[in-house]
């Protein structure tokens, strides 16, 4: 048995099943264990220092699955902007058919992807952007709830009321992101009215996900209360994991500090020190409320077999067996 959508007919995947693009880690040898457990994974075409660099991710990739993945793209203001249209090229020159955009309108990005036969998949975190991403004529969406790790908007509305609101008003495919991290999140999303789910923070927590294993541990370890919300004054709210920098971001804030106040502490490059290294404290790095969920260190074909079986028994068997024919008076 296996479990089909919208999602996975469109975007001819095996599972409802996708890992969305991770800044640092989606990197081949995690999108390529995706794609071979039957998932859809997206290389973060961005961690790539270079155009260059991501043709070289791609092809490295390839060597190691012949299963549909794809380029994640985030288009996010910035005062030096990374060359978009370079990295555009590539993913086409490359053979790419599936793109993640998020971040900014996909509108400029689609007549080029769409010529070159390439599906697009975006991210959103409202409905009104959903719908507006439908119109503009993307392949999927992906809707984002408050519980994601990352930038979860400024509405604050959870997957269980944003899903089924976005599922009235969607048409084209449309996968569930934030808090996902088992089978019973699959089974909530697709009744919510979901095509499937995107996961980041589980697969994360995965054997092949090329993050420091102190950081895989401390997922296990740390509970739903476990995360911090960065940026709220400034109204371009993050979700990372609670530590000694997130928390100092969150004070200055607070009292009233500036974007240049906090700037060296929540950089980039000092993030990225964190799963290269292991110190936890090093800088900011992103994880979900699915946090609390997360009891394990998987490989990703363990994981998406064990959602998979496990969402199949809970929508025959438990689910199934919940509805039963009213006696007859």
Known sequence: MTIRTKFTEVFGVEHPIAQGGMQWVGRA?????VANAGALGFITALTQPTPADLANEIAKTRDLTDKPFGVNLTILPSINPPPYDEYRQVIVDSGIKIVETAGSNPAPHLPMFHDNGIKVLH?????????????????????????????????????????????????????????????????????????????????????????????????????????????????NTGRVASNAVSREVVEILDRGGKFEDVKDLVSGARGSRV???????????WVGTVMGLINDIPTCGELVSRIVAEAEELITERLGGAVVEAAIR
């Open 29 to 33: 040898e995690l999108v390529a264990a």
């Open 275 to 285: 799963y290269e290294t292991g110190d936890l404290d090093a800088g900011i790095w």
């Open 123 to 235: 991210k959103c975190t409202s409905v009104r952007h959903a719908v507006k991403a439908q119109s503009l004529g993307v392949d999927g969406i992906s809707i984002d709830g408050f519980e994601c790790a990352g930038h979860p908007g400024e509405d604050d509305v959870p997957g269980l009321v944003l899903i089924p609101a976005a599922a009235n008003q969607i048409e084209i495919p449309m996968i569930a992101s934030g808090g996902f991290g088992d089978a019973r999140g699959l089974v909530a999303a697709l009744a919510l009215g979901a095509d499937g789910i995107n996961m980041g923070s589980r697969f994360m927590c995965t054997v092949e996900s090329p993050i420091h294993q102190n950081v895989k541990e401390a997922i296990v370890a740390g509970s739903e209360l476990d995360t911090e919300l960065i940026f709220r004054p400034l109204r």
